[in-house]
């Protein structure tokens, strides 16, 4: 049996051990840091030009609106799930399985939330070398530091544009519907979790509409989340960013844009309000256009109104 000094050291030692984990597990989170999603960024976007190269075609980003507000951790992971969305369309073109995409947890998003999702559109990609006969990749991006969440999001744009550009259609009304119906439920969660359970009428169906007539829907539903964000129950970290409103060439890329974004405040809403429910990716949507698009932002309006009372 230990005597009494025998298992004074042992505790002592123990008490270190667990004091130095701890440490090396603080440590190491702290060392996730934007600069190193950046990081694997790179190496994509140096995938998908090696893709470029074999299929003979350069990518072009002269459509690519680039210019972007300060974006965080929380917007970043949403631009990240939609381009590995944008990738499983590009593998089943290729003939290609399917990789599953997870929706995060629901909680304040971090830069290591956001390398997770950032390393499996990496791994997506090498997926590709087989069939644009690649020899096999190795990563040779190099670590620069003083990168940001708006550094990895710019790059998170021009890795969808290449994909876009090797062979699958631009975003489909289709698409942009998802994210709406994506974000009813997610305001829908946050509702329930302050006590609304009535549901809210939708407005009657519209025909003839356009992308720039959606767009508008949604940049007043950020905007509607940006007031909702000035109430003490509904205010998350660094309040709700609003770019600067697009007046022309609108097109169904710029509408799902908006709609990430009010996504990415979404789910931070759904932190602060103590919801547990996780964001629900419908399955691929069908004959959607401009006006059901339109209609179902409508209907997020009217929820956000209803939680502004």
């Known amino acids: ?18 004091i130095s984990m701890t440490t090396h597990s603080i440590s190491y989170a702290a060392e996730i840091t934007p600069s190193k999603v950046f990081q694997v960024t790179e190496d994509i976007l140096a995938q998908l030009n090696r893709m470029h190269d074999a299929n003979l075609t350069k990518p072009d980003f002269s459509n690519t609106r680039l210019e972007i507000p300060e ?8 631009q990240a799930m939609n381009v590995r969305l944008k990738i499983q369309t590009l593998k089943r073109v290729n003939g290609l399985e399917v990789s599953e995409v997870n929706t995060p947890p629901v909680k304040e998003v971090t830069p290591e939330d956001v390398l997770g999702q950032v390393n499996l559109i990496l791994e997506d990609l090498i997926a590709f070398d087989k069939s644009y006969a690649l020899p096999a990749f190795k990563k040779r991006a190099k670590f620069v530091d003083g990168k940001t969440p708006t550094d990895v999001y710019v790059n998170l744009l021009k890795a969808q544009t290449m994909i876009v550009q090797l062979g699958i259609p631009k975003t489909v009304p289709n698409e942009v519907y998802n994210n709406a119906v994506s974000l009813a439920k997610e305001i829908d969660f946050i509702r329930h979790a302050q006590g609304k359970m009535d549901p809210v009428e939708p407005p009657s169906a519209s025909i003839g509409k356009q992308p720039s007539d959606a767009y508008t829907l949604a940049y007043y539903a950020l905007k509607g989340l940006k007031d909702l964000a000035k109430k003490k129950e509904y ?13 022309k060439n609108i097109s169904p890329d710029d509408v799902q844009q908006v709609l990430l974004y009010c996504l990415a405040e979404a789910s931070a809403m759904k932190v602060a309000v103590g919801a547990k429910d996780k964001l629900i990716l419908p399955p691929p949507a069908a004959g959607q256009t401009p006006s059901s698009v339109f209609d179902e932002l409508g209907l997020i309006n009217r929820q956000i109104q209803s939680m502004q009372w």
Do not use: Y
């Not at 974006?71 to 949403?78: A, C, F, W």
């Not at 205010?235 to 007046?247: A, M, S, Y």
């Open 1 to 18: 049996m230990l005597n009494s000094t025998h298992l004074n050291r042992f505790m002592t030692f123990m008490l270190f051990l667990g």
């Open 71 to 78: 974006r965080l951790p929380r917007h970043v992971i949403q």
């Open 235 to 247: 205010t998350i970290p660094k309040g709700v960013i609003v770019p600067k409103r697009l007046k």
